[in-house]
């Protein structure tokens, strides 16, 4: 059965670069078919679509986030990484990893608080 | 704002039908799969429906949904309490090759 585990800090400061990573088990993370991707939610508001990786190789991002967003994959590890850079406060979400497809029925972690403050 | 445009807000009473709408376009809801997320507070979202009409497993058959060109709705019969939540619709999106959402609908059992 597939999990996916979140983990990173869950604070960090202003200006700073926000790191996560993903570990999946229960299935291959090399499979091309899938997308390995993020999802977050900030308090209170909608949820909102990161970014993914495919084959661990190409990658897709939100056009709002694109310049500050770095999603790769550790094949070794089973695990993906998600990098935000110069986060503001506005960056203070519930952040999920989550196996997506266009025909495929998505996976989720159980999402991980990352709080942006000094 | 979200790609995908649902009613900020529905109600209804216990044991009344209440439908959720969800519009998209032709590179979304228009050409893959919709889903709907339930998201009781202060808990994770959980899948409702995929696949434009399927019930995962323990999702109770009050629950239904249905697609039509680039729009869909979700549809709660029999209302119960427990069912007041936020409730997403998703799907993936070819122009952006990622999974975009509604902006939520908060139901409230009056």
């Known amino acids: 059965q597939l999990q996916l585990q979140e983990s990173g800090p869950g604070l960090v400061k202003p200006s700073e670069t926000l790191s996560l990573t993903c570990t999946v088990s229960?299935?291959?993370?090399?499979?091309?078919?899938?997308?390995w991707g993020w999802i977050r939610q900030p308090p209170g508001k909608g949820l909102e679509w990161i970014g993914n990786i495919y084959y661990g190789v190409t990658t897709y991002y939100n056009p709002s986030l694109k310049s500050r967003v770095t999603i790769s994959v550790d094949t070794s590890k089973s695990q993906f990484s998600l990098k935000l850079s110069s986060v503001t406060a506005a960056d203070t979400a519930v952040y999920y990893c989550a196996r997506l497809g266009k025909w495929l029925v998505p996976s989720w972690g159980q999402g991980t608080l990352v709080t942006v403050s000094s | 704002q979200s790609v995908l445009t649902q009613p900020p807000s529905a109600s209804g009473t216990p044991g009344q039908r209440v439908t959720i709408s969800c519009s998209g376009s032709?590179?979304?809801?228009?050409?893959?799969?919709v889903y709907w997320y339930q998201q009781l507070p202060g808990t994770a979202p959980r899948l409702l429906i995929y696949s434009n009409n399927q019930r995962p497993s323990g999702v109770p058959d009050r629950f239904s949904a249905s697609k039509s060109g680039t729009s869909a709705s979700l549809a709660i019969s029999g209302l119960r309490s427990e069912d007041e939540a936020d409730y997403y619709c998703?799907?993936?999106?070819?122009?952006?090759?990622?999974?975009?959402f509604g902006g939520g609908t908060k139901l409230t059992v009056l």
């Open positions: 229960g299935d291959s993370i090399s499979t091309n078919s899938y997308f």
């Open positions: 032709s590179s979304n809801i228009g050409s893959n799969y």
């Open positions: 998703a799907a993936w999106d070819d122009s952006l090759s990622g999974q975009v």
